[in-house]
T-cell receptor, first 114, second 115 residues
């Protein structure tokens, strides 16, 4: 069975500081990994995804994530936080062909303060 | 282009009533998903439609929940005899194909409150 663990339900950073949101997964097959962002009262928007190939993935709004198979991790980073980054972030995993549903982590709420 | 739309945006109902939630996927997307987002359970998969194939209903929490997709496009999620624990945001998503590397595009959700 596949699962996702996001460490830290709440993360608070200062504007301009590094953002690091942690995600670890469990999968018996090579996973496909996703980060979604949810702004208040909105649906989920894809930030980035890893399927195959380069393990450092760049996404929208300056975010990136690195797939580390040995650590079963897919942490999300951004060098400099902006006030508009305040939102909830979800890491998700899907499996090989025929296993199309996304399994989500519990989410991390990011607060950015001046 | 138009994204995934859902209606209604909010639904308040009384315990025991039936409700129908609607999802209009992105035109041309063959895959459609329903998820539920609640405080206690986080984001949970409910059901997956792909073209004319039999749906994957493995996430439906009880037989009070059902869904259909007509003409390979619009989908309706029906909850019969609603219970207070059904209160949640119901999210619909669509993707271009059966390939699970595809991005799933989410609608804004329907917030269901069962009194």
């Amino acid at each position: 069975a596949q699962s996702v663990t996001q460490l830290g339900s709440h993360v608070s950073v200062s504007e301009g500081a590094l953002v690091l949101l942690r995600c670890n997964y469990s999968s018996s097959v090579p996973p496909y990994l996703f980060w979604y962002v949810q702004y208040p009262n909105q649906g989920l928007q894809l930030l980035l995804k890893y399927t195959t190939g380069a393990t450092l993935v760049k996404g929208i709004n300056g975010f990136e994530a690195e797939f580390k198979k040995s650590e079963t991790s897919f942490h999300l980073t951004k060098p400099s936080a902006h006030m508009s980054d305040a939102a909830e972030y979800f890491c998700a995993v899907s499996g090989p062909r025929g296993y199309n549903k996304l399994i989500f982590g519990a989410g991390t709420r990011l607060a950015v303060h001046p | 282009g138009a994204g995934v739309s859902q209606s209604p945006s909010n639904k308040v109902t009384e315990k025991g009533k039936d409700v129908e939630l609607r999802c209009d996927p992105i035109s041309g997307h063959t895959a459609l998903y329903w998820y539920r987002q609640s405080l206690g359970q986080g984001l949970e998969f409910l059901i997956y439609f792909q073209g004319n194939s039999a749906p994957d209903k493995s996430g439906l929490p009880s037989d009070r929940f059902s869904a259909e997709r007509t003409g390979g496009s619009v989908s309706t999620l029906t909850i019969q005899r609603t219970q207070q624990e059904d209160s949640a945001v119901y999210l619909c998503a669509s993707s271009p194909s059966r390939d699970n590397t595809d991005t799933q595009y989410f609608g804004p959700g329907t917030r269901l409150t069962v009194l």
